[in-house]
């Protein structure tokens, strides 16, 4: 005889294990058209439906644009402020890389410490998350392959693309999102699968759903395999990058900067209790109540050039050989990273 009882406890042990690890989150995209094109936030929305997790999202994405028009745009500046975000994305534009590297520039990392500070400054549970983009498939020219320079392929662009963004997450203590090196394993790999739309720069549905699969293994720390959720795409196609997502990132969290617990960064963020004076400062400054043991201090100026990397054995730090002018304080030890401004008079 069926014992019903006995029967309603198994079913509710294991909606219980099934459902008791679904996870709700809440994420901000500030990007451009490698962001909106496919609508990419919606992909990954969809993915982790199809996994019994939830994303709330809202973006404000437009075409060409850079974390220096995001820094002052007040769309963006508003959404950051409304504090409840787990999770927000920042996008550079691939040009922005480009023209840096092309035209002999320190990529200036102002405009990613100003919108990360504002982020952190009203999200308390926040974390930043930097979009690794791709490069052009056939390099600088945007339908023809250019046979000028090795600097014109696409191997070149997107190397320049992952340092870049590598350098922006290291500046930061950001995760990041490496879609571009899950790109670069499929076409290593599966060279006949397409990424690319006919304009040869932006994602085909198919590398809009290697990016959304990337994200969410970024967001929740799961086996992007078991996925069931194949967007519009062949199934077989949709197997070889959920595999490619599997060995690029979730086999590999750690170098990618991705922690494992999901929400809970307020102590890396904690900068209350961490001081600089005096500031502006002319020969020298302080550090107030900073727990010195197997921490270091970087110095950096305003374009994102290190100057100074020390281990902070004083307190007092001398700065008298510095010009004037505005400077990056980055204190890092094993538990928290906190960015500061110091003016040099």
């Given at each position: 005889m069926i014992n019903f009882n006995k029967l309603t406890f198994l079913f509710l042990l294991m909606s219980i294990q099934v459902y008791g690890q679904s996870t709700k989150i809440k994420v901000l995209y500030l990007g451009n058209s490698f962001t909106y094109v496919n609508n990419l936030p919606q992909i990954i929305s969809d993915v982790a439906a199809s996994m019994n997790d939830t994303?709330?999202?809202?973006?404000?994405?437009?075409p060409s644009y850079s974390l220096e028009g995001h820094s002052t745009n007040t769309t963006s500046i508003g959404k950051i402020m409304q504090g409840y975000w787990n999770y927000v994305v920042l996008q550079e534009g691939l040009g922005v890389f480009l023209n840096n590297y092309y035209s002999n520039i320190t990529y200036n990392l102002t405009y990613a410490v100003t919108l990360n500070n504002l982020i952190h400054q009203y999200n308390s549970d926040c974390k930043t998350v930097i979009y690794m983009v791709w490069g052009r498939k056939y390099g600088c020219c945007t339908a023809l392959p250019c046979n000028n320079t090795v600097n014109c392929t696409y191997s070149f662009q997107d190397?320049?693309?992952?340092?870049?963004?590598?350098?922006?997450?290291?500046?930061?203590n950001a995760p990041i999102s490496p879609v571009a090196a899950?790109?670069?394993y499929l076409i290593n790999h599966y060279p006949?699968?397409?990424?690319?739309?006919?304009?040869?720069?932006h994602p085909s549905k198919a590398g809009s759903y290697a990016a959304a699969c990337c994200f969410y293994t970024v967001f929740f720390k799961k086996d992007p395999t078991l996925?069931?959720?194949?967007?519009?795409?062949?199934?077989?196609?949709?197997?070889?990058?959920?595999n490619a997502v599997k060995v690029v990132v979730f086999d590999s969290l750690a170098k990618w900067q991705i922690t494992q617990n999901v929400l809970n960064v307020s102590s890396t963020w904690i900068s209350d209790n961490f001081n600089v004076y005096p500031n502006p400062a002319h020969d020298w400054f302080k550090v107030k109540s900073y727990n010195?043991?197997?921490?270091?201090?970087?110095?950096?100026d305003f374009q994102g050039k290190l100057i100074i990397k020390t281990s902070l054995v004083s307190d007092?730090?001398?700065i008298s050989n510095l010009p004037a002018g505005i400077y990056i304080l980055r204190f890092k030890d094993a538990e928290k990273l906190v960015i500061k401004k110091l003016i040099k008079n």
């Open positions: 994303i709330l999202f809202e973006s404000n994405a437009l190397s320049i693309a992952q340092t870049y963004s590598i350098n922006i997450a290291q500046t930061i899950v790109w670069n006949s699968l397409e990424l690319y739309n006919s304009d040869f720069a996925i069931p959720y194949n967007y519009s795409i062949a199934e077989s196609d949709a197997n070889i990058i959920k010195s043991q197997n921490s270091t201090l970087d110095i950096l007092i730090i001398n």
